[in-house]
């Protein structure tokens, strides 16, 4: 996946919240928007009232359980061209923060609640899925985005809110490719002596 490609995944994450809550309020559709909480659109004059969801990427840290050290070898097209390395994967974890803004409490704990159940049962985000609601290909190795619910009891005063927000913080791992490559000589006609290397070994 390559950095753009963020806004992307965090679309589909908020087409499946919309999914998700669906019919946990009066109006039965909340429409989830894609920004930090106090930025929210205002409303038109006929909009009228109602729930809405806000979805907000609120940080992007390394991820080191997953993470590849040193470098991956490309093979060469053909036989005898140099070959070429480029550093591992870095994995990356996208934290985001959900929540129900502008809803009676019935409507902000259904929502909410509605909200845990899709994530909890959707341990893995699957990269095809993902690629069909969107209309377009991602650049990933793997078939499946490990997602993980967090606990985050701070979150609503580094989003600056003026009071307590009931909110979901959960994270999506994912791996960012190294786009620069660095040429690997073949190394042909070379010569080793094994007594060398083992009197090398020795001392």
Not at 47 to 70: E, I, K, N, T
Not at 112 to 129: N, Y
Not at 150 to 161: K, P, Y
Not at 170 to 183: G, M, R, W
Request: aromatic share 8%; charged share 30%; hydrophobic share 40%.
């Amino acid at each position: 996946m390559r950095p753009g490609d963020f806004y992307d995944l965090s679309r589909y994450l908020a087409i499946r919240f919309e999914e998700s809550i669906c019919g946990t309020a009066e109006q039965q559709e909340i429409p989830v928007f894609l920004c930090h909480p106090i930025d929210l659109p205002p409303r038109g004059e006929d909009a009228g009232g109602g729930a809405r969801g806000v979805l907000y990427l609120h940080r992007v840290s390394p991820d080191a359980r997953y993470r590849q050290a040193g470098s991956r070898m490309q093979p060469a097209p053909e036989a005898g061209l140099p070959g070429r390395s480029r550093r591992g994967g870095l994995w990356v974890n996208l934290r985001y923060v959900f929540m129900i803004v502008e809803a009676t409490p019935q409507e902000e704990m259904g929502s909410i609640g509605a909200a845990l159940q899709f994530l909890h049962s959707c341990a893995l985000l699957p990269v095809g899925e993902m690629e069909e609601f969107l209309g377009k290909g991602v650049d990933l190795e793997i078939a499946e985005l490990p997602v993980e619910i967090v606990e985050d009891r701070e979150a609503w005063r580094e989003l600056g809110l003026p009071r307590h927000q009931l909110a979901i913080s959960f994270e999506v791992s994912l791996p960012l490719a190294s786009q620069k490559y660095e040429t690997v000589e073949r190394v042909l006609e070379r010569e080793v002596r094994l007594e060398r290397v083992l009197n090398e070994g020795e001392e």
